[in-house]
């Protein structure tokens, strides 16, 4: 398929490729293939983790920060933020509250709440470098929720947002009863599975994904001295954040955002999600002042570790063509 854009400069539509070029890298020698690891704490002292691979007084680029999905972690933005970092951009990803090797208060999963954290952590970030000021904040699924309510909220501190395969998702829309969701959408029982059993169904569910993809996705499981896992999200605060998601309505409040948002859904074809996914994002594109989707076809709902490169040169390119500017 080749990429297609419509005339208007916004609402724009277009969809990637493979044969998409990749942005020669920046000069970047402080860029190095592992990042480094700090915590910071928000407003009721629960303390984030946060992964820094790379810093803005040593990138010419723009500060970006990157929010994982429901019941993920941090590291599945490895390849993309090592990427994003190597074109000359400054990045961290974050462990959300209750994820990864953040801490795990059974309070503060609203949406509100966990927009309210991403303000906070770039609050912190600031303070320790200025230069973090106005990132780019991207985040996928769940998190792309949470990067529209920031927009929202917080649309001052920030120059724009990515929205990986989210942003758009109202689950009251498919499931009017909380009920109804909580019993479709409750995650399978894990805990107790051996760690190598669960790296190879993932593996033969992802054929084409690296290894750093996969690694990524075994970091949303602590593992276990006895060899077995468990997941870091616990199944209470699953549903607690699930039931978040459910109650947000993102469609609301695009006439409210001032903000640049990128779109970067996956699609498969035509069928019925799909269809409602790009009715959605449609209807997004209508309202917004500044908005742009980049259609991922076909693609995993983690396009951003199935396709890291592609991924990464798509926001770089939003960022060079001066669509956040």
């Known amino acids: 398929m080749r990429p297609m854009t419509l005339e208007r400069e916004t609402p724009s539509v277009r969809f990637v490729t493979p044969c998409a070029k990749t942005p020669r890298r920046c000069d970047n020698r402080k860029v190095t293939s592992a990042p480094t690891s700090q ?50 951009h400054a990045v961290v990803a974050i462990d959300l509250r209750g994820h990864g090797l953040s801490d795990k208060p059974d309070h503060g999963y609203a949406m509100s709440d966990i927009a309210a954290d991403v303000n906070d952590v770039l609050d912190s970030l ?15 699924s769940w998190g792309g929720n949470i990067v529209v309510e920031v927009a929202h909220q917080f649309g001052h501190k920030i120059r724009g947002a990515v929205a990986v395969d989210g942003g758009t998702i109202e689950l009251q829309k498919a499931f009017p009863e909380w009920d109804e969701c909580k019993r479709a959408l409750t995650p399978p029982a ?18 084409d994904w690296s290894e750093e993809a996969i690694d990524g996705q075994m970091y949303n499981m602590e593992h276990l001295a006895d060899g077995t896992i468990k997941p870091w999200l616990t199944l209470e605060r699953h549903l607690t ?34 269809v409602v996914k790009r009715a959605q994002i449609q209807h997004a594109l209508d309202q917004l002042p500044k908005s742009r989707v980049e259609w991922f076809d076909p693609a995993d709902h983690d396009l951003h570790a199935q396709f890291p490169d592609r991924f990464a040169a798509v926001v770089n390119d939003a960022i060079t063509s001066g669509f956040f500017s």
Do not use: C
Not at 126 to 136: D, G, S
Not at 190 to 204: N, V, W
């Open 39 to 88: 915590h910071l704490t928000v407003r009721d002292g629960v303390s984030l983790r946060a992964l820094q691979w790379s810093t803005p007084n040593e990138s010419p680029g723009i500060p970006i920060v990157l929010i994982h999905g429901l019941a993920s972690n941090a590291r599945l933005w490895d390849g993309p933020a090592r990427l994003l970092s190597e074109m000359g």
């Open 126 to 140: 600031v303070q320790q470098q200025r230069k973090w000021a106005h990132p780019l904040i991207l985040g996928q």
């Open 190 to 207: 894990l805990a107790g599975m051996s760690y190598e059993r669960l790296r190879s169904y993932i593996r033969a569910a992802h054929l």
């Open 241 to 274: 954040v699930l039931r978040g998601l459910w109650e947000h309505s993102p469609s609301l409040l695009w006439n409210e955002i001032s903000v640049p948002i990128l779109f970067t859904p996956a699609a498969r074809g035509n069928d019925d999600h799909t």
